[in-house]
Every structure is written in structure tokens, then in C-alpha cells.
């Protein structure tokens, strides 16, 4: 397995301009996880999915971010509109859920996005 | 609220010496702990993790020791070398509570040759 892949890699933006985040989960994963990371406030969890159903979006910022599931193997992940404290490295994980619970299992991440809204 | 504390940004150790992580919690509902490794523009990678019935989990060269009574774990890495050169992330879960794995701020490692 190529492991959690993420595009784009790099995105430029303008203020205002949506931006549009894809991530492919590993093989036979069924949770998936939204982390963006800053200077200020380290790795945040945004958003996370257990069997392609948002389980807690509690640390997304505000109505401007949109996830979804569309089906088990593909998340999304939308700012609309950007802004430029959107600035950020944003990462996907996945990992295999034993039951309830995630416990003994470890998120695999992709590499990650690096956002930069202008 | 940061229930996962990394207090130290940065530490730099001599290449074969001891490096020591630090990370304390505050939620007493965490029960699982992991060590995640990050190298720049790569995601963090899984370490080492242990839960909360062990107070001591070896692998190699990385060691992670947990108090429960003071909410503190460590990561030793001995003896250091400079490709272990990263930023290290110690990670927090509950079962049965939130199921989130909760990070803290990273501690960034430099092993000098």
C-alpha cells in the first residue's frame, strides 16, 4: 500500500478563494482524521470520521470548513472562503478501528499539505 | 485548553548521549500514549506508544516511561543519533471517552555529531 496520500502537496491561494483538500485513506482503514498544524497551537485535530461518518468535528473553526466522506477510501476537506490565518500544514491520517474504539491502533499520516492563503 | 503539554520546543543533544522527551497531560482520562516522530515536509510517523497498565515500554533504542500520579510521560532515546534529528509528538487517547487522539505541540531534537 502507497500509505495515506494527500493532494495537493503545495496550494497558493487568494483570500477568499475556496480551497479544496483531498486525501486517500490506506487500504481497509476505516477512521480518518483531520490535523492541521501551526506554530501556535502545534497538531489540531479538525474533524474525524469512524466508518465514513463524522464521529466529532468539534475542532473545526468555523462554518468556512466543510468535510466530507463520499465514500470509504476518499475524504475532502473545503475553506470556503479562505482566509489567511487558514495558513497552515493540513494532514490526513487513517487508521483500523478494532471495534469502538481506536484504542491500540496508530493514525498513519500523509505528508501533508501545506496551505498558504495571500 | 491544552490537555497534551510539550513545554520544551527544542532540545540538542551530543550524538551518543541520552536525549530525554518530557510531555505531561492533564485529562486523567487518557489511558493510551503514543510517540509520533516527524522529519520536515513528511507526516509524523508512529514511534512507540504505551498504555496507561505498563509504566515502562522498550523498543530499541526508544523508551517511553509513564508516572500516572504525577500525568507525565518521557521518551528516552539512547543512545542519540543525528538521524534521530525531528520533532517528536507525544500523543494522548481515552478509550471509551472522546477517541481522539490528542497531540501535543512537538518538541523539536537536534542530535549534533
Known amino acids: 500500500d502507497a500509505g495515506v496520500i494527500q493532494s495537493p502537496r503545495h496550494e497558493v491561494t487568494e483570500m477568499g478563494q475556496e480551497v479544496t483538500l483531498r486525501c486517500k485513506l490506506i487500504s481497509g482503514h476505516n477512521s480518518l482524521f483531520w490535523y492541521r498544524q501551526t506554530m501556535m497551537r502545534g497538531l489540531e485535530l479538525l474533524i474525524y470520521?469512524?466508518?465514513?461518518?463524522?464521529?466529532?468535528d468539534s475542532g473545526m473553526p468555523e462554518d468556512r470548513f466543510s468535510a466530507k466522506m463520499p465514500n470509504a477510501s476518499f475524504s475532502t476537506l473545503k475553506i470556503q472562503p479562505s482566509e489567511p490565518r487558514d495558513s497552515a500544514v493540513y494532514f490526513c491520517a487513517s487508521s483500523s478501528a478494532r471495534g469502538p474504539s481506536i484504542l491500540g491502533t496508530e493514525a498513519f499520516f500523509g505528508q501533508g499539505t501545506r496551505l498558504t492563503v495571500v | 485548553d491544552q490537555q497534551v503539554k510539550q513545554n520544551s520546543p527544542s532540545l540538542s543533544v551530543q550524538e551518543g548521549r541520552i536525549s530525554i522527551l518530557n510531555c505531561d497531560y492533564t485529562n486523567s482520562m487518557f489511558d493510551y500514549f503514543l510517540w509520533y516522530k516527524k522529519y520536515p515536509a513528511e507526516g509524523p510517523t508512529f514511534l512507540i506508544s504505551i498504555s496507561s497498565i505498563k509504566d515502562k515500554n522498550e523498543d530499541g533504542r526508544f523508551t517511553v516511561f509513564l508516572n500516572k500520579s504525577a500525568k507525565h510521560l518521557s521518551l528516552h532515546i539512547v543512545p542519540s543519533q543525528p538521524g534521530d534529528s525531528a520533532v517528536y509528538f507525544c500523543a494522548a487517547i481515552a478509550q471509551g471517552g472522546s477517541e481522539k487522539l490528542v497531540f501535543g505541540k512537538g518538541t523539536k531534537l537536534t542530535v549534533n555529531p
Open positions: 470520521f469512524n466508518n465514513n461518518v463524522p464521529i466529532d
